[in-house]
């Protein structure tokens, strides 16, 4: 309204100027003087359309982030699973290639305090018989022999009854997982017989 006054004051100063040029002016100066204001941000609808775009968009992220990691994940379970399966079944072997070369040393071993025994009797019997002595020798190598025999008999036959137990439990493990992919598959072939039947 001061602006108003002002113009009016300056156009008694200025007769000689138009009136409708000076009714211009007081116009234009009291619209100046009261603009409406803007609105808070919240009530503009262009907001809210840009607020909903981003929340959808942050919506499908997540779902498409999670459907990933759960097909990663179980790709990874699966690879691990097979991974440690493997694992296993070599550290199984190395377990009984050791245990193998443990049996064959202590045999040798064995085999070796015979005969040095042998060696310390004949020795300690070089007075008796020469027939004598050649028996007992030959019993002692005979006695020795037996042992090692059956030393590697029991090695041989671990070492059968560990291979097929290895064996055996790597086909149950294989007939698991096949019967299980035919029975899902049996199942799913079961479903699409009857939706038919569920759809009317």
């Not at 070796?112 to 050649?134: G, N, V, Y």
Request: proline share 2%.
């Amino acid at each position: 309204m001061s602006t108003t006054y002002t113009v009016l004051a300056t156009s008694d100063l200025h007769a000689n100027e138009e009136p409708g040029h000076i009714a211009t002016q007081g116009v234009e100066s009291h619209d100046a003087g009261h603009h409406a204001p803007i609105g808070p941000f919240y009530m503009d609808p262009t907001f809210w359309v840009a607020l909903s775009i981003v929340v959808f968009a942050v919506l499908i992220f997540k779902t498409v982030k999670k459907m990933y990691f759960q097909a990663t994940d179980k790709y990874a379970a699966d690879v691990a699973k097979q991974l440690k399966q493997a694992q296993d079944l070599k550290a199984e072997a190395e377990a009984m290639i050791v245990q193998y070369r443990e049996k064959q040393k202590q045999g040798a071993i064995e085999c070796e305090r015979i005969i040095q025994q042998a060696k310390t009797d004949s020795i300690a019997m070089q007075q008796s018989s020469m027939a004598e002595l050649k028996d007992m020798i030959h019993a002692r190598e005979q006695q020795a022999m037996e042992k090692i025999n059956r030393l590697e008999a029991e090695i041989i036959k671990e070492l059968r009854q560990k291979t097929a137990n290895m064996a055996i439990d790597a086909t149950q493990r294989i007939l698991v997982e096949i019967l299980d992919a035919q029975k899902n598959a049996a199942l799913v072939d079961q479903a699409i017989r009857e939706m038919p039947q569920k759809l009317n």
